[in-house]
């Protein structure tokens, strides 16, 4: 069976959006699928991760064909503020300068559903060909960035070929929306886009059990859940930090800001001095002015440590060598769905997870279920900080550790396996 995947998000791109595709590209053969990738010729990425190359398998057929990016014209006005927003850190709406605001305005109402439309044309011309060619019958899109799903919509109307639309993250529900600017016209438009494409599609793929739901609420069309998860990671030999290290890796957004976490930090450091001296919050990855504005006016400036971007494997490095690992996600309604990939990445390292995020998460019940640590919301001050004092007690014995159960399910092997069944149904 020949599958073709339609995806902006390919080595050499960093970050969480290429992961979960080319994971799934790494494994197919094993399930009889032959994978073809279809990829922009001449992408901006935000991120860029060289060491990620090595995954794709040798013989591979990746189709690319270039695309036009109005980022990088942007960036004439503002080549910090550009990149900035490419990245998803956006700052708070009562802080964001005149430029800011103004290239989010543009983006958010003048490049619907996104800055990378302009791949639509030239995509479907040239895909549309190859398909007839190969005899394809299955094609695969995966978003966001959402307009990729309107490639697959095309093809599907105008070939009549097996669509599945893959949402690693929702769509008008997802938490940058609000910030965008948007008219209630562009809104509107966004909303009528959106239910297209979930009608249109022949089958739905989602990473988290709440976006199910949500996209239930929209259209009839079958939905399978396939959530992110973790790869057998080949990673020499780590060695713990002598340090007491709290580290979070990935993104940490405007939103993702629980004061009450930094709070309880730094009133540790304040009423325990072996805690003072072991401390150090490593954040690995970009962090908004925002977050970095909360912690130092918490006091925690001394016991910072900003690593920036580091490539995937020394990322899952860090995560094994760190005494205790953060996953934060936007306090909002909306955000309750998201499932990072690291989630499971964290639960494979063997190092407890301190996790806060909105009420009802679905990552709340998964880190409950699979005992790899535990989930607050952004009010519980008391709780947090008890948990991280319990966590420092056993870092001074030698005891902190965790042993998640469970967790086999998430494997990327096994995540491809129950794809590959849904894909030859």
């Excluded at 339609?6 to 494994?27: C, D, E, S």
Aim: proline share 5%; glycine share 6%.
């Amino acid at each position: 069976m020949k599958v073709l995947i339609i995806t902006y998000y390919w080595p050499p791109a960093g970050g969480p959006g290429v992961q979960r595709w080319l994971k799934f590209v790494k494994y197919l053969r094993e399930f009889d699928i032959e994978p073809v990738v279809y990829v922009p010729e001449n992408p901006t990425y935000p991120m860029v991760d060289d060491s990620m190359q090595s995954e794709i398998p040798d013989d591979i057929v990746i189709l690319k064909q270039p695309i036009f990016e109005p980022y990088a014209w942007a960036q004439i006005f503002s080549k910090k503020e550009t990149k900035t927003i490419s990245k998803g850190i956006i700052t708070r709406n009562d802080k964001q300068s005149f430029m800011q605001k103004m290239l989010l305005y543009i983006r958010g109402n003048f490049f619907i559903p996104d800055a990378r439309k302009f791949w639509l044309k030239p995509s479907l011309k040239f895909l549309k060909k190859y398909i007839k060619v190969e005899g394809i019958d299955t094609i695969i899109t995966t978003g966001p960035p959402h307009s990729i799903h309107l490639i697959g919509m095309g093809l599907k109307e105008q070939l009549g070929v097996n669509w599945y639309a893959d949402f690693r993250d929702p769509w008008t529900t997802i938490g940058y929306h609000d910030k965008l600017r948007l008219t209630q016209r562009s809104i509107k438009k966004h909303k009528v886009l959106e239910k297209q494409v979930l009608s249109t599609a022949d089958h739905l793929l989602v990473t988290s059990y709440t976006t199910a739901e949500e996209f239930k609420e929209i259209c009839t069309t079958p939905i399978s859940v396939i959530t992110n998860g973790y790869d057998n990671e080949m990673i020499d030999s780590v060695t713990l930090d002598t340090k007491f290290t709290i580290s979070h890796i990935g993104s940490l957004l405007s939103g993702r800001d629980p004061k009450n976490l930094w709070k309880a930090i730094y009133d540790l450091t304040q009423e325990n001095e072996a805690f003072s001296n072991a401390l150090q919050l490593q954040l690995v990855g970009a962090v908004s002015d925002d977050v970095l504005s909360s912690i130092k006016n918490e006091g925690l400036s001394d016991f910072l440590d900003l690593k920036g971007y580091v490539s995937h494997k020394e990322a899952i490095k860090i995560q094994r060598s760190s005494q205790v690992l953060l996953l934060i996600e936007i306090d909002s309604k909306e955000t309750r769905c998201i499932v990072p990939g690291k989630l499971f990445e964290y639960m494979v390292s063997q190092r407890p997870i301190l996790a806060l995020g909105p009420k009802d998460a679905d990552i709340s019940k998964l880190i409950s279920d699979t005992k790899s640590g535990y989930f607050f919301e952004y009010t519980e001050y008391e709780s947090i900080k008890s948990h991280i004092h319990n966590y420092f007690i056993d870092f001074q014995k030698g005891k902190l550790s965790s042993s998640a159960i469970g967790i086999e399910k998430y494997s990327r092997r096994e995540l491809t396996k129950e794809l590959a069944k849904i894909l030859k149904k």
